[in-house]
Every structure is written in C-alpha cells, then in structure tokens.
C-alpha cells in the first residue's frame, strides 16, 4: 500500500474539480517504465500519460558551478540531485502520437541561433561543448482530440536565480522560450499550427528576477493567444509595490522573496477560439482555499478552447 502524501491528494482533488482534457506537470519524477505516471493519471481520471527522460538530474561529468566537486545536483544539465528528478509529465483524455513527438531536449544552448552565452571563469570551451539548453525538456507531443491533431509545447525553464554576476541562469531562461519562438518559425522542422504552449516559465513579465522583457515578446507574439486567465485568491494576495495584475499571478511565494507572479502559462495558437480561462486559486474565504494552499505554490492554471 502506498504511503499517503498531503500534496499529491490535493493536486487530485484540484484536477479533479477542474477536469481538464490535457494536463502538464511539472516537478514530477522520472520512472523509466512510467508506472508512477501511469498510476497518478488513473487517479485523476487520464487514461493516457507520456513523458520523456528529463535534462534535469542528468550528469554532465563537469564541475558546472565550479565547488570543486562534480556530480551534485548544479553540476547536472537541469539541477537535479539524481537522474529523472523534477521532470515532467503529459496527461491525456485522448491517445497521443508517439510516432510524431519531436524532442528538443538535446540542443546544445550554444547551438541556438542568436543565443547570449555567459561570459568569465564559470563558462568554458568544455562546458559549452556539452551544456544542453532546455533545463527539463522541450516536447512537441501531438494528441490525437476530436477534429484532429494537437500539438502539445511543453516545458519547465530554470528559474533566473541561484547564480552570480555571469547571470547564466537569466540568460538560460531566456534563451528557453527564445526556442520556442523559432520553433513556430520553423527552424526545427515544420512549425507547429494548431497547438497549445504550456509550462512553467519561471519568469513574469513584470514582477521578480529575470529578462522579463522576453516573457513580453512571448505574450505579444501574434501567433499566440494570451487568454488572461485571472483568480480571485492572487488578487487578494497581492504584494506591495507589485507592478502587474496580481490577479493574472499563479504562484503563490513570500512577499518579496520572491513574491507573488505569473509564471505559468497555457498559450494556445491564435487559431483558437478561447471560450473559458482561469486559475484555480480561491478566495481565503473560499472552502477550496486551504486545498490550492496544500498543493504547492504553482496554481494550476486552465485554458477552455474551441476551433
């Protein structure tokens, strides 16, 4: 019999509430024959589920944050303190196409076109000749949905902290959803048409570290549909001083340290027609609030389509 544990019960419950046809998680562990991921999708109600060896935990055999000492968790090419730790997994009410998948995952960062490296002691000729760009994966999942094919982009982009005046991680995130951006311009095989972009960004582009200016030039991209989903628990948890709408937030963090933002997002093409939008945190007076609280501090976040 399996243990019980606070946070996955409540993210079943959430899921359960929500009822979402596809569904991205994030941080979740890697088992290679995918047992895990097939059990919590029956738990909520997926009959399909699909993931990928993540970058995370993987070793480079490299001593990335120069300590001394290689093989711990920064020395991996996502932070990860064992193969498979913190990656990702798709959900599904409907099969997907693993014929189909084109996987990114194994781009070198300093293979992508425009990309800024970090420059001083930290960054080397060996390092870059081995340091992928995506921190987790970057997926091009196709799901096979009433009236066709759906292109899932799914990703989870390092935060754009934990590092020094070399900024890596900032410029690693950046260069994250950049991918994306030359994606939809076919630089990696044809561009995707009728898709949804989901992930964690790990970036606002108002609020909190990062070149948020990137997280700008992704929601402004016409080929893309911000549905502005909003809630009135990020409302009511609003910092001070905070520059964007605190009610389009979706992780609920420290005043300050580093607060509240909006750093996960469901992006659908243009193509579609939004119908629906939300996030699912409460109002503190709301029953559901102590639920979305145990979950974690990301918010799951949902997107109704209709083409």
């Given at each position: 019999m399996g243990r019980e544990d606070a946070q996955i019960e409540a993210t079943v419950a959430i899921v359960e509430q929500v009822a979402p046809d596809v569904l991205l998680l994030t941080d979740v562990d890697y088992d290679l024959d995918g047992e895990a991921l097939r059990n919590l999708a029956g738990r909520m109600g997926f009959e399909h589920s699909f993931a990928l060896a993540p970058n995370s935990g993987m070793a480079t055999g490299l001593d990335l944050d120069?300590?001394?000492?290689?093989?711990?968790?920064?020395?991996?090419?996502?932070?990860?303190?064992?193969?498979?730790?913190?990656?990702?997994?798709?959900?599904?009410?409907?099969?997907?196409?693993?014929d189909a998948v084109r996987d990114l995952s194994d781009l070198?960062?300093?293979?992508?076109?425009?990309?800024?490296?970090?420059?001083?002691?930290?960054?080397?000729?060996?390092?870059?000749?081995?340091?992928?760009?995506?921190?987790?994966?970057?997926?091009i999942v196709p799901v096979l949905a009433p009236g066709g094919p759906v292109d899932i982009l799914a990703f989870s982009a390092t935060p754009p902290v934990f590092d020094g005046p070399e900024d890596r991680n900032g410029l690693r995130n950046r260069d994250e959803l950049r991918l994306w951006t030359q994606v939809l311009d076919g630089a990696f095989g044809p561009a995707p048409q009728d898709f949804v972009l989901l992930g964690n960004t790990n970036l606002d582009p108002f609020d909190g570290d990062g070149l948020?200016?990137?997280?700008?030039?992704?929601?402004?991209?016409?080929?893309?549909?911000?549905?502005?989903?909003?809630?009135?628990?990020?409302?009511?948890?609003?910092?001070?001083?905070?520059?964007?709408?605190?009610?389009?937030?979706?992780?609920?963090?420290?005043?300050?340290?580093?607060?509240?933002?909006?750093?996960?997002?469901?992006?659908?093409?243009a193509t579609w027609t939004v119908t629906g939008a939300g996030v699912f945190w409460p109002a503190p007076d709301d029953p559901d609030a102590a639920l979305a609280q145990a979950a974690g501090p990301h918010r799951l976040v949902w997107v109704d389509l209709h083409r």
């Open positions: 120069g300590n001394g000492r290689i093989g711990e968790a920064r020395d991996a090419q996502g932070w990860g303190k064992f193969s498979g730790d913190s990656g990702m997994g798709l959900l599904s009410r409907w099969p997907f196409d693993p070198l960062w300093r293979d992508l076109s425009g990309a800024v490296l970090p420059k001083g002691p930290l960054w080397t000729d060996d390092i870059a000749a081995v340091q992928r760009l995506s921190t987790t994966g970057h997926w948020r200016q990137a997280m700008r030039d992704v929601l402004a991209d016409p080929r893309l549909t911000d549905p502005l989903p909003v809630s009135a628990g990020g409302m009511a948890a609003a910092d001070p001083g905070q520059t964007g709408d605190p009610a389009l937030d979706t992780a609920d963090w420290p005043d300050g340290a580093p607060g509240n933002l909006r750093v996960d997002y469901v992006l659908p093409a």
